[in-house]
């Protein structure tokens, strides 16, 4: 799914992966939370006004459902040091102890993906 670089966007990728999930016969609620997050840092620091984003959901040969955002910018995210008092930053910490493993990866135009693999758990 490709969306415009816009916080509005992040509910339709929330919605696309629920949708795929659903269609999969998983639960959908640690993929929702982890695109909401890749999104929403793929939207807020790895593109500027007018691009867009890639949110791309799909399975290894394993099974193990995966979830991507693309953006534009060639800076790979970090999980930081909380700070408690601050009102952002958290996100990449809470995505780390949802799945099962996270990184990115460079892509050959420019930019950057980032992915998770998400437990699958069959409802």
Same mark, same amino acid.
């Given at each position: 799914?490709?969306?415009?670089?816009?916080?509005?966007?992040?509910?339709?990728?929330?919605?696309?992966?629920?949708? @795929?999930?659903?269609?999969? !016969?998983?639960? /959908? $609620?640690? =993929?929702?939370?982890?695109?909401?997050? #890749?999104?929403?840092? %793929?939207?807020?620091?790895?593109?500027?006004?007018?691009?867009?984003?890639?949110?791309?959901?799909?399975?290894?040969?394993?099974?193990?459902?995966?979830?991507?955002?693309?953006?534009?910018?060639? @800076?790979?995210?970090?999980? !930081?040091?909380? /700070? $408690?008092? =601050?009102?952002?930053?958290?996100?990449? #910490?809470?995505?780390? %102890?949802?799945?099962?493993?996270?990184?990115?990866?460079?892509?050959?135009?420019?930019?950057?993906?980032?992915?998770?693999?998400?437990?699958?758990?069959?409802?």
């Amino acid at each position: 799914m490709v969306v415009k670089a816009d916080l509005g966007a992040v509910r339709e990728a929330r919605e696309f992966v629920g949708l @795929v999930f659903g269609a999969w !016969g998983l639960e /959908d $609620y640690v =993929a929702r939370t982890v695109i909401s997050e #890749l999104a929403t840092n %793929a939207i807020t620091h790895g593109s500027r006004e007018g691009d867009l984003v890639v949110v791309r959901v799909y399975r290894r040969e394993d099974g193990v459902p995966v979830v991507e955002a693309w953006d534009r910018s060639e @800076v790979v995210p970090v999980v !930081g040091v909380v /700070d $408690y008092a =601050a009102e952002s930053g958290r996100g990449l #910490l809470l995505m780390e %102890a949802l799945v099962r493993r996270w990184g990115t990866r460079p892509l050959s135009e420019g930019g950057k993906v980032v992915w998770a693999e998400i437990e699958p758990v069959y409802v």
